[in-house]
């Protein structure tokens, strides 16, 4: 796996044909190549992990096309929905001059039936719906986190009350249990006045 992310890190684009100069022929991309290698090696759910996790958006991207391409669709929205709130943008389609972060790019894997012109597998009718509705909040969901963002040392120590959204919508109250995680996409651990955390 080493080989083919060190492949990935230096693509330019997420596309899934490329032009090589001097010629009016399309080839398939870096990215799309090193996606299918991924699949051919069968990855296990801890190597997809670390893709997820990696500081490239590339290879982020490469994970969640990995996912798309090569996993059961019910496994879609537990190892794809925390990477929604993903706000490093990058240029992912320089042919359309298209920037978008890598949860837009997420985001399009889970409702759109196409990948550039390239077909993807079919969700089913009901996991459609559901994903569909709860991507509805993340627009609000985006806005909080940037403002969130903004004032994160407010949440370094625990105690904290707090207002969370589940997510099927319904607005819960709680306090923090930690500090904000590290990585890319920041979350905080939040015990309910119900008890649940």
């Known amino acids: ?5 060190s492949i990935i890190a230096e693509a330019e684009s ?6 090589p100069e001097k010629t009016l022929e399309l080839e398939p991309s870096t990215f799309i190549c090193s996606v299918i290698r991924l699949l051919q090696m069968q990855l296990t759910e801890g190597e997809v992990r670390g893709l997820l996790w990696s500081r490239s958006p590339f290879i982020r991207c490469a994970g969640h096309m990995y996912i798309r391409l090569g996993m059961h669709h019910e496994r879609y929205w537990e190892l794809m929905a925390d990477s929604l709130m993903d706000d490093e943008e990058f240029l992912a389609f320089p042919t ?3 920037k978008m972060t890598v949860g837009q790019y997420v ?3 889970l409702t759109k039936d196409k990948y550039c012109e390239m077909s993807v597998p079919r969700l089913p009718v009901a996991q459609r719906k559901a994903i569909n509705k709860r991507m509805v909040f993340y ?3 985006r806005k909080r986190y940037a403002a969130n963002m903004e004032v994160l040392d407010r949440y370094k ?4 009350k707090v207002e ?3 997510q099927d919508g319904e607005w819960l109250v709680g306090e923090t249990l930690d500090a904000p995680s590290k990585g890319q996409c920041k979350s905080i651990k939040v015990k309910l006045t119900n008890g649940e955390e």
């Open 96 to 98: 359309r001059n298209e």
């Open 107 to 109: 985001e399009n894997l």
């Open 1 to 5: 796996v080493p080989e083919v992310k």
């Open 157 to 160: 120590e625990p105690g904290v």
């Open 14 to 19: 997420c596309e899934t044909e490329w032009r």
């Open 139 to 141: 627009g609000q969901f």
């Open 164 to 166: 969370i959204c589940t």
